[in-house]
């Protein structure tokens, strides 16, 4: 299974420039499983929840939606990417998987970073693992990294493969996925953004780098830290299924859960 990574720096608020832009990345290049960046179309740092209203849209039946189901259909594939999902009252820190016949699988950011508390609802459904072919995929939304349960119980529901739509402006993040990789024996592909942002009197710098870790922990794609691109690879989802680190140690059967909870 080929899985590839799109790294961009999105022209705030100009959905057709960055779908443009998206779509001449990808065009000489094939891949079963695209990933792309957290709020990839729209850029990062909005005003206040009026403007990311504004910019949101509804699942399925959003231009973002339709664009990547047409994606899917015309390079018979599936993706991933991250949008402000529109729900009724509610908008959400989003990411939908969509293959050639329309969406797979959608999540809701659980784990709001920063300004975005003000911005957007935290997300309300389980973390979800969904099939891409005979692959299961999970997703999470960027500062789900700093919180293991996201991985974890992803890997507990058996995704193979962590899609990870990011837009990344502190450090560690990439050490964490594979560390993430290694806790789970998983594939965690991070989809980051690069350039800067400024915009409500604040100036974000993302940090690139976006990656495709094995699931023994071992980076297998890692793109510069401030260019725009792609990076394919191609890998087993299967190896995935292998919990164990030695004759003696299974990484999901020797968890001693009864341990684990808070008193
Ligand atoms: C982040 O969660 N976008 C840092």
């Given at each position: 299974m080929r899985i590839g990574i799109v790294q961009t720096s999105p022209v705030f608020g100009n959905k057709a420039a960055n779908r443009k832009e998206i779509e001449e990345l990808t065009a000489e290049v094939r891949a079963d499983l695209w990933v792309m960046p957290e709020l990839a179309l729209t850029g990062y740092e909005y005003l206040d929840r009026e403007e990311a209203r504004t910019l949101s849209e509804e699942v399925p039946g959003g231009e973002t939606c339709q664009w990547l189901i047409q994606f899917c259909a015309e390079r018979n594939c599936h993706a991933v990417i991250g949008l402000a999902e529109r729900s009724h009252m509610h908008v959400f820190n989003a990411a939908v998987l969509t293959g050639p016949e329309g969406v797979v699988g959608q999540y809701r950011k659980l784990h709001l970073f920063d300004h975005e508390k003000k911005v957007f609802d935290p997300g309300n459904i389980p973390f979800t693992v969904f099939p891409v072919g005979s692959a299961r995929v999970g997703l999470m939304i960027c500062f789900?990294?700093?919180?293991p349960e996201a991985a974890r119980t992803l890997a507990l529901r058996g995704a193979q493969i962590i899609a990870h739509p990011s837009n990344l402006v502190m450090p560690y993040c990439q050490h964490a996925m594979v560390t993430r990789s290694l806790e789970n024996a998983v594939f965690c592909v991070t989809a980051n953004r690069v350039g800067t942002e400024r915009r409500a009197g604040r100036c974000l710098t993302f940090t690139g780098h976006s990656q495709i870790v094995s699931s023994?922990?071992?980076?297998l794609a890692d793109a510069p830290g401030n260019e725009h691109g792609v990076a394919v690879v191609e890998i087993d989802?299967?190896?995935?299924?292998?919990?164990?680190?030695?004759?003696?140690?299974?990484l999901v059967g020797d968890r001693r859960a009864d341990f684990y909870e808070k008193n």
């Open positions: 789900d990294w700093r919180f023994k922990g071992t980076v989802p299967s190896a995935a299924d292998n919990k164990r680190v030695t004759m003696w140690n299974d």
